[in-house]
């Protein structure tokens, strides 16, 4: 698997085409369509690959197409503080490379991608976690972050000793508002006599609460300060942070995105992570690449729900299975949200 750098995606025109030159043997861009589905890419979103949550997902789905499809796969890394221009020249080399699909690892990429995709009409191109922009080779890869959201405020309202419980989010915006309000919902439908903190890490066009695990981890001592006894982060790199100040203080974290409890880097806190709100990134991502090498690639929304196993609650830390009553609860809850008997909401 290759891997471009940060400091090869800075945004040097020339560094550009000289690695297209290099990915696809000299090749022009339309020759490169030859070798459509032999070639797959990720374009990191804030943080990069090793935040143990969402962008990680994204590789193991990129890794597994390696294994299973004998795809090539490339990864581009985000540069720090970069804007829109960095990130519509990494797709354009990507795509120039023949790289088929090019996926941008979430939102921020929706703006690139709607620039990028009419000028390479035969290469699909996956946005995680954005509708806003569509086209014919664009496939929008969404998922219903409020409803696995919604479980774990279950889980919490049954943990919880102290009835206070935290939410962290990275950056406010829409959708990581909508982890807050399926968790909030989640809390109250279970006990509405615990109360939810609700604190963001940074607020746009500052995007580092996704990237810096101190500012997680003082958010999460802040709160568990305040009396927090479980303390659920959406915040991608950040939210290490807070898993870590759970841990040092003995009280229960809810990781997001990966199955947290078994990522390697947070393995000295792994006790402490009782479960973790999954998103199917890696599936999306492998379906993706799959769908592109069969000819038939994907477009439009691709949504992911509890209905598809798409969100969930992972179940890997045993202490949480031996929880039988929190099991029990949030198993009935997934089935009524299933069921239409939940409707869970999309904003606080």
Do not use: H
Not at 137 to 160: C, D, P, R, W
Not at 162 to 186: C, D, H, M, R, Y
Not at 280 to 301: F, H, R
């Amino acid at each position: 698997m290759r891997r471009i750098t940060r400091i090869a995606t800075v945004g040097i025109a020339s560094a550009a085409l000289a690695l297209s030159a290099t990915a696809c043997g000299g090749k022009t861009s339309s020759e490169a369509g030859s070798d459509s589905g032999t070639k797959a890419a990720l374009a990191y979103d804030i943080g990069g690959r090793g935040d143990q949550s969402f962008n990680d997902a994204a590789f193991a789905g990129l890794e597994k197409a390696e294994k299973e499809l004998g795809v090539k796969g490339t990864e581009a890394e985000p540069s720090e503080g970069e804007g829109d221009p960095d990130k519509v020249q990494r797709l354009t080399s990507l795509a120039r490379a023949g790289n088929n699909p090019v996926i941008g690892v979430g939102f921020a990429y929706a703006p690139a991608i709607a620039e990028v995709a009419p000028k390479f009409p035969k290469t699909t191109f996956g946005l995680i976690d954005d509708t806003s922009k569509t086209g014919k080779n664009i496939a929008n890869l969404v998922f219903n972050e409020e409803q696995g959201s919604y479980l774990a405020g279950v889980a919490a309202a049954k943990v919880t000793k102290s009835n206070t419980v935290g939410f962290i989010g990275g950056v406010e915006t829409p959708l990581i508002k909508k982890f807050e309000a399926g968790f909030v919902q989640g809390v109250k439908d279970t006990n509405k006599n615990v109360n939810v903190k609700v604190q963001y890490l940074t607020q746009p066009p500052d995007f580092g609460g996704f990237s810096k695990p101190d500012l997680g981890k003082a958010a999460a001592q802040g709160q568990i300060d305040a009396g927090a006894d479980v303390i659920y982060a959406a915040a991608g790199l950040a939210g290490s942070g807070s898993i870590e100040a759970a841990a040092k203080a003995k009280k229960w974290a809810i990781g997001v995105d990966s199955d947290q409890y078994n990522q390697a880097g947070l393995a000295q806190y792994k006790e402490s992570i009782l479960t973790s709100v999954t998103k199917d990134v890696t599936g999306a991502v492998y379906n993706l690449i799959k769908s592109v090498k069969d000819g038939k690639p994907q477009s439009g929304e691709i949504r992911y729900g509890l209905d598809k196993n798409g969100v969930g609650l992972a179940t890997s830390n045993p202490a949480f299975t031996k929880m039988t009553d929190v099991v029990a609860a949030v198993d009935k809850a997934k089935a009524d949200i299933i069921a239409g008997k939940i409707t869970v909401k999309t904003a606080p």
